[in-house]
C-alpha cells in the first residue's frame, strides 16, 4: 500500500507542475502580447503626429507665400505673381494675380511638404491705402 500512496503522490506533483508549466506559458504569451500591441500602437501614433506635422508645415508655407504676395502687391500693384519661392523650409507657389490696379485682385497659393498639399485662395478688394481682405479660402 505504501507503493500505491507513493506513486499517487508523484502524480499529483507532476500534475502541479505541469499545471504551473502551462499557466507561466500562458501568462508569458498574454505578457508578449500586450508589449507588442503597445509598441504598435505607439508606433501608429509617431507616424500620425509626423502626418501632422507635415500638413502643418505645408499650410505654413502658403501661408508664408500668401504673405510675400500681398506684400509685393503692397509695394506695387502691378506685381502679376506667377512665381516659386524658395523658402528656407521648402518651396511655395504664387499663381498669377487677377485684376490690375488697386481693386479686385485675386490669387492662388499653394504648397506640397513630402506630398501633403495645401492652396489658399485669395481675394483682395483694395490694395491702398489699407488692404482688404474680401476672401481667404483655406483648401
Known amino acids: 500500500m505504501e507503493v500505491h500512496t507513493l506513486d ?3 502524480n499529483n506533483k507532476q500534475k502541479r507542475g505541469f499545471v504551473t508549466l502551462v499557466s507561466v506559458i500562458i501568462i508569458s ?3 508578449l502580447l500586450v508589449v507588442y500591441s503597445s509598441l ?7 507616424v500620425a503626429i509626423s502626418s501632422i506635422e507635415k500638413g502643418k508645415q505645408s499650410k505654413a ?4 507665400c500668401a504673405e510675400i504676395a500681398l ?7 502691378t506685381y502679376i505673381g506667377n512665381e516659386t519661392r524658395n523658402l528656407s523650409f521648402g518651396d511655395c507657389v504664387i499663381g498669377t494675380i487677377s485684376g ?3 481693386t479686385n485682385r485675386s490669387f492662388q497659393v499653394s504648397s506640397d511638404k513630402e506630398g501633403y498639399y ?3 485662395d485669395i481675394t483682395i478688394q483694395t490694395i491702398n491705402p489699407d488692404m482688404v481682405i474680401q ?5
Do not use: M, P, T
Open 8 to 10: 499517487k503522490k508523484l
Open 29 to 31: 504569451v498574454v505578457g
Open 40 to 46: 504598435s500602437i505607439n508606433i501608429e501614433n509617431i
Open 61 to 64: 508655407l502658403a501661408e508664408s
Open 71 to 77: 506684400n509685393e502687391l503692397k509695394i506695387s500693384d
Open 100 to 102: 490690375s490696379g488697386n
Open 118 to 120: 495645401f492652396r489658399i
Open 135 to 139: 476672401s481667404w479660402n483655406e483648401v
